[in-house]
């Protein structure tokens, strides 16, 4: 991916803003996000491997000491999530799904290669094109757990998303998704090192071999461990189409090339005016 060019967007609409993001996941160039700051000189981040090692440390610490502080300040609130979800639909009061975590794999040249003056071998048990070691690695799957928000049977015809108004979600459920409160149980997540404080949402494995054919560079956002919130999650809100899914790469991408603990702080701040107000919940 070449060196981004930073769009100003400060001057228009929020509309046409988004808009026009969902148009730079190309990777050549990514949204200007003005509160977010710009990482100058050194190298392009391009994954987990390439931040400094004590980014990675300082991450890793934060999300532990928060992730738990948390967990146990919000005890007596989950305790009263928990009997509400039960009482007023049926099935599990925690959701589990399979989740696509980090990604430190990238496609390498088949090293089985050789030279022109090479012996060549008499037979070859493998099929050109069907070498798993030559396949993109998705990334490593995990159990992400939520408390449910929708009927037991949401999903007996398929996967698919939530759409605004979705009659799928019980009572409490929207209640739990406009607060965020649904997410509470991934701080578990968090500690067990699975997922992270900021850092790109994790997708469905149904969903990401069809997204990463819609959209260029989303294999990309696998770089980095995925996250509670981001960027995207603070300026995009819930996605469930192919534009709002092109504007989340975009943001993802740019967070991708500017991961710091300052940024880190600020997305989380303004993470708390989110739940507070109930942006981008569906």
Same mark, same amino acid.
């Given at each position: 991916?070449?060196?981004?060019?930073?769009?100003?967007?400060?001057?228009?609409? /929020?509309? *046409?803003?988004? $808009?026009e993001i969902a148009e730079f996941?190309? #990777?050549?160039?990514l949204p200007d996000v003005p509160w977010l700051t710009e990482l100058t000189g050194g190298e392009v981040?391009?994954?987990v491997q390439c931040l400094p090692a004590i980014t990675r440390v300082a991450k890793r610490i934060a999300d532990i000491v928060i992730a738990s502080t948390l967990l146990v300040l919000?005890?007596?609130?989950?305790l009263i999530i928990a009997p509400l979800i039960k009482l007023t639909s049926r099935g599990p009061i925690i959701f589990r799904q399979v989740r696509v975590g980090l990604n430190r794999r990238v496609v390498s040249a088949d090293r089985r290669q050789r030279s022109a003056g090479?012996?060549?071998?008499?037979?070859?048990? /493998?099929? *050109?094109?069907? $070498?798993?070691?030559?396949?993109?690695?998705? #990334?490593?799957h995990f159990?992400?757990?939520?408390?449910?928000?929708?009927?037991?049977?949401?999903?007996r015809n398929g996967a698919q998303f939530a759409v605004k108004n979705d009659n799928r979600v019980?009572?409490?459920?929207?209640?739990?998704?406009?607060?965020?409160?649904?997410?509470?149980?991934?701080?578990w997540n968090v500690l067990k090192g699975e997922m992270t404080l900021v850092g790109p949402r994790p997708e469905r494995p149904e969903f990401v071999k069809e997204l990463s054919h819609e959209i260029p560079n989303y294999l990309q956002r696998l770089g980095?461990?995925?996250?509670?919130?981001?960027?995207?999650?603070?300026?995009?809100?819930?996605?469930?189409?192919i534009e709002s899914f092109r504007r989340k790469v975009a943001f993802d991408l740019l967070y991708l090339r500017n991961c710091c603990l300052w940024n880190d702080l600020k997305i989380i701040l303004r993470t708390v005016g989110v739940v507070l107000t109930g942006k981008g919940a569906l």
């Open positions: 991916m070449s060196t981004s060019t930073l769009i100003p967007l400060r001057e228009r609409s /929020r509309e *046409e803003r988004l $808009d996941a190309d #990777g050549e160039r981040h391009r994954g919000l005890i007596p609130c989950m090479a012996p060549q071998p008499t037979s070859e048990r /493998r099929c *050109e094109g069907n $070498d798993r070691r030559t396949e993109f690695s998705y #990334g490593r159990t992400l757990y939520k408390f449910r928000t929708m009927r037991a049977d949401a999903e019980t009572l409490i459920g929207r209640f739990l998704r406009v607060t965020r409160f649904d997410e509470l149980p991934q701080l980095l461990k995925p996250g509670l919130t981001g960027v995207a999650q603070v300026v995009n809100g819930y996605d469930n189409d």
